[in-house]
Every structure is written in C-alpha cells, then in structure tokens.
C-alpha cells in the first residue's frame, strides 16, 4: 500500500521561506512524475510544480511560482521536496504532493497521478 506524507507547512510571514517535503512508502519512485499542487479555499486545485525522471530529471514550474520555487527529489528517500522562498500571501493553500511511475506528458494536470498526499496547510501572513 502506498502512502505520501506531506510535512513542512506551516505559518509564516511574507517574505519567509518554506521547505515542503513528501515521503513515499509503500513503492520506490526512483523514476516517473513526482508533483506538487496547492488548493486555496473555494478554488480548484492547481499545479505548482513537477519533476520528472527516467535517467535524467526535469523540473518544471506554475508561473506563479517561477523563479520562487524548486521542486527536487531524494530517490534513496523516496522522497520529493519543494523549497519556496519571498512568499506572499496569495501562496497560502493546502499544498498536495502526487506521484506516478509514468513519465507523464500532462504533469500540470491532476489526471494521471496514482498517488496523492493528506495535504499540508501552507498560511502566508501579511
């Protein structure tokens, strides 16, 4: 059985940074789609960032979090992380990891993820 846990949210203060982390049980996913999404109250959950490896590794980011954010992987961790700095109060949201042992083409979409986390609340004070 496979689990995720998120851990590493938390209140802060604009401007802070944050580490996120996701460990993996259950199954190694030393290669495919590892993803970080976020929910903010009444909006729909959106795509953060994504790394992908089968060999090398790729990163890719939301606009959003361009330049802000990185998305890395500890394959003999199982585990992912997402580093976000100079945060903002519109960052707030409950952020999920997901996983998959495809090498996904659409990785900004939640469609094709095997795996989600319980979420870790993120709260960014002005």
């Known amino acids: 059985q496979v689990q995720l846990v998120e851990s590493g949210g938390g209140l802060v203060q604009a401007g802070d940074s944050l580490r996120l982390s996701c460990a993996a049980s259950g199954r190694s996913f030393s290669s495919g789609t590892m993803g970080w999404f976020r929910q903010a109250p009444g909006l729909e959950r959106e795509f953060v960032a994504a790394i992908r490896r089968r060999g090398n590794s790729y990163s890719y980011y939301a606009d959003a979090v361009k330049g802000r954010c990185s998305i890395s992987r500890d394959n003999a961790k199982n585990t992912v992380y997402l580093q976000m700095n100079s945060l903002t109060p519109e960052d707030t949201a409950i952020y999920y990891c997901?996983?998959?042992?495809?090498?996904?083409?659409?990785?900004?979409?939640?469609?094709?993820?095997?795996?989600w986390g319980q979420g870790t609340q993120v709260t960014v004070s002005s």
């Open positions: 997901a996983v998959t042992s495809s090498l996904l083409t659409n990785y900004a979409s939640t469609v094709g993820y095997d795996y």
